[in-house]
């Protein structure tokens, strides 16, 4: 469920008017009354984290222990927002932070942090959906994701409705346009850097997200 407020924001959003203009991230942040700040542009480690990645490749706990206090949130979020489940999601980063551990002194990531681990949080939420799914295909049975939401009931607040038609419109978008789209509205990531996380081109990127947001609005149109 999205926090108390995020729901309303991501409507006033998506009716501001000039919703398709995917290309401005500023414009995006603004819209949910907070600043954008400056996005690198680079696809390479930060000056600043280059010497961070240093240290974990010579085994310094305490360097390893920032960049996990750092990028966790984020990871653990999107994980989430692909499976539905808490528990998968703390799976999906233990493991992801476990494989550099494990691989600390060959470890070098050829991109910001903040881009390599969501990207790395996205491709093992889907192995490990895909996994499940062939795991349980032949007892019939697929791990239910966020699309589960339990159906309002006529008690239910107004707030409650809203909130619950938005996780489930945006559990059901094709999962490039559910990726994309969550990596602007929850990371707030540039189209360039979201292009970057998915492996594909900026164009591209700006295009999954119009198409999601174009989407969302269909769906939620009652909400206005």
């Not at 501001?16 to 949910?32: K, L, M």
């Not at 974990?56 to 996990?68: E, H, K, M, Q, T």
């Not at 494990?102 to 996205?122: C, G, I, M, N, V």
């Not at 947001?213 to 009652?222: C, E, G, I, N």
């Amino acid at each position: 469920m999205p926090p108390a407020g995020a729901a309303a924001a991501l409507i006033d959003f998506l009716f501001a008017g000039d919703s398709d203009d995917s290309e401005s991230p500023a414009r995006d942040i603004r819209a949910r009354g907070r600043t954008a700040a400056p996005y690198p542009s680079t696809s390479a480690p930060s000056a600043a984290e280059a010497p961070l990645i240093a240290r974990v490749n010579a085994g310094d706990r305490d360097a390893f222990s920032l960049i996990y206090r750092d990028h966790y949130a984020g990871m653990w979020r999107l994980a989430h927002r692909l499976t539905g489940s808490d528990d998968i999601a703390c799976d999906v980063v233990h493991d992801i932070f476990l494989n550099v551990w494990h691989k600390r002194a060959s470890w070098a990531p050829h991109a910001t942090l903040r881009e390599y681990f969501l990207r790395a949080a996205r491709n093992e939420s889907l192995r490990v959906l895909a996994h499940d799914a062939v795991v349980h295909k032949h007892a019939g049975v697929v791990r239910h994701t966020v699309t589960s939401t339990p159906a309002a009931t006529d008690d239910v607040s107004v707030q409650d409705d809203l909130e619950r038609a938005v996780v489930r419109a945006i559990a059901e978008l094709p999962e490039r346009q559910r990726s994309a789209f969550l990596l602007r509205w929850d990371e707030e990531l540039s189209t360039a850097a979201i292009g970057r996380v998915l492996g594909i081109s900026d164009v591209a990127a700006g295009k999954l997200i119009a198409k999601a947001q174009r989407t969302l609005r269909d769906v939620l149109q009652r909400f206005r």
